[in-house]
């Protein structure tokens, strides 16, 4: 199957500090997306990449599609105490009449210690 | 309304129990999935329903037998669980989508612990 390799797996940071995460593939992507999921929640999608290349900012999120198209970052600048939670690479896979799959990294549970 | 509603949102059932999951939403979307998600672990694919119909099973256990009555509601029936089955379960729904994938609205999910 398609396997996302996630890394670190787990990360505690002083607030205030960037935070830098990734997703690497052995199969080339047409898609790179990246999740956070709080306790008690489900994953809620913060940037979806479409292009080689690409690079996306969310407030003070931003991610990029790696030009291989088997790599992804996500950097969190200026972490604050909400930013606790997990982090997940994922790929979505057509499954026809207009539905996707997802398939997602092992995730990196971010710490922030204010 | 923009949510996919979950119930319950904790659920503990014995071994020998029949139990079902509900998952709710109002937003038009033809597709829903049900996905299960252990401690520690990234959420993983159970199964797809597009327009009603199961489009895919993820090489599931039959003691879970999914369920969509109509485009606004998917049910999980559960039977004769272990309690290796103890995870979290998320419904999601998604509109169609074609070319791009644009995003999922995924529920808060079930706790299902089985004793």
């Known amino acids: 199957g398609q396997q996302l390799n996630q890394s670190p797996q787990s990360m505690f940071i002083q607030e205030g500090e960037d935070v830098s995460m990734n997703c690497t593939s052995s199969?080339?992507?047409?898609?790179w997306l990246w999740y956070k999921q709080e306790p008690g929640e489900g994953p809620v999608l913060l940037i979806a990449l479409y292009k080689a290349g690409e690079l996306t900012s969310n407030g003070r999120l931003t991610a990029q599609f790696g030009i291989t198209r088997k790599d992804s970052f996500l950097n969190i600048s200026a972490s604050i105490p909400s930013d606790v939670g997990i982090y997940f690479c994922a790929r979505a896979l057509y499954s026809g009449a207009g539905s996707y799959q997802l398939t997602f990294g092992k995730g990196t549970k971010l710490s922030v210690i204010p | 309304d923009t949510e996919v509603t979950q119930t319950p949102k904790h659920l503990v059932m014995g071994m020998t129990n029949k139990k079902s999951l509900k998952c709710e939403q109002h937003?038009?979307?033809?597709?829903m999935y049900w996905y299960k998600q252990k401690a520690k672990k990234p959420p993983e694919l159970m199964f797809v329903y597009s327009y009603e119909k199961l489009s895919i099973n993820e090489s599931v256990p039959s003691r879970f037998s999914p369920e969509c009555p109509n485009s606004s509601l998917l049910n999980l029936h559960l039977h004769a669980l272990q309690p290796e089955d103890s995870a979290l379960y998320l419904c999601?729904?998604?509109?169609?989508?074609?070319?791009?994938?644009?995003?999922?609205?995924f529920g808060s999910g079930t706790r299902l612990t089985v004793v």
């Open positions: 999601a729904s998604s509109p169609r989508q074609e070319g791009e994938y644009y995003g999922y609205t």
């Open positions: 199969s080339i992507f047409n898609t």
């Open positions: 937003m038009g979307h033809r597709a």
